[in-house]
């Protein structure tokens, strides 16, 4: 893992998880060092369980890429965290464990699909703001913008099944769920 002078310190939800390509460009801005990424067992059994659920034929894969999550990302995991939930209050109940897990870390955000289950003044109490996926992407693209067109690349690389030029890839950011990094991605399209 590289690791670019950035304190910044997210917590994924499990909801940026479930799409494959969001997951992909979320791990590997993580593993470029564009930010520090934090999540827990029960984020990633939560993942895992509803892509399971949804694909049941991809069982076995879906579980080895959650093994390989563990692997790779082992200092990513947020633990001691479970006695807080308790005291904590969100429209949905069953979302306290990701704000417990971001309180214990000193997250400074929260990458959730799920805006309305983490209102801004609830967190504001605890220095937490909630984003989605594509925002937080693109103010990290904002902020470095060669690293992060990098990390794209090295996204884009991977696929050969079908492979992507550059521009097809842009397109495939866009259909995806990322328009706003799709677009802010144009201008270094040469590093893509």
Not at 156 to 180: A, I, W
């Amino acid at each position: 893992m590289s690791h670019i002078a950035n304190p910044f310190v997210v917590v994924l939800d499990a909801n940026v998880m479930y799409p494959f390509r969001t997951r992909d460009v979320l791990f590997t801005f993580a593993q470029q060092g564009l930010f520090r990424a934090r999540f827990t067992d029960q984020i990633i059994d939560e993942w895992t369980g509803s892509l399971i659920r949804n694909k049941p034929a991809l069982e076995e894969s879906i579980k080895k890429q959650a093994t390989a999550v563990r692997e790779v990302f082992e200092e990513c995991f947020v633990t001691g965290y479970e006695a807080m939930i308790e005291g904590l209050e969100l429209p949905d109940p069953n979302d306290r464990h990701v704000l417990a897990a971001a309180i214990k870390c000193s997250a400074q955000l929260i990458v959730t699909e799920n805006l309305k289950d983490f209102p801004p003044k609830i967190l504001e109490e605890h220095g937490i703001e909630a984003l989605g996926a594509d925002d937080v992407l693109v103010n990290t693209f904002d902020l470095f913008p060669l690293e992060c067109a990098r990390a794209l690349r090295t996204v884009r690389k991977r696929y050969d099944n079908p492979s992507f030029s550059q521009s097809e890839f842009l397109l495939d950011l866009t259909k995806s769920g990322m328009p706003k990094l799709a677009a802010m991605a144009r201008s270094t399209i040469e590093y893509l």
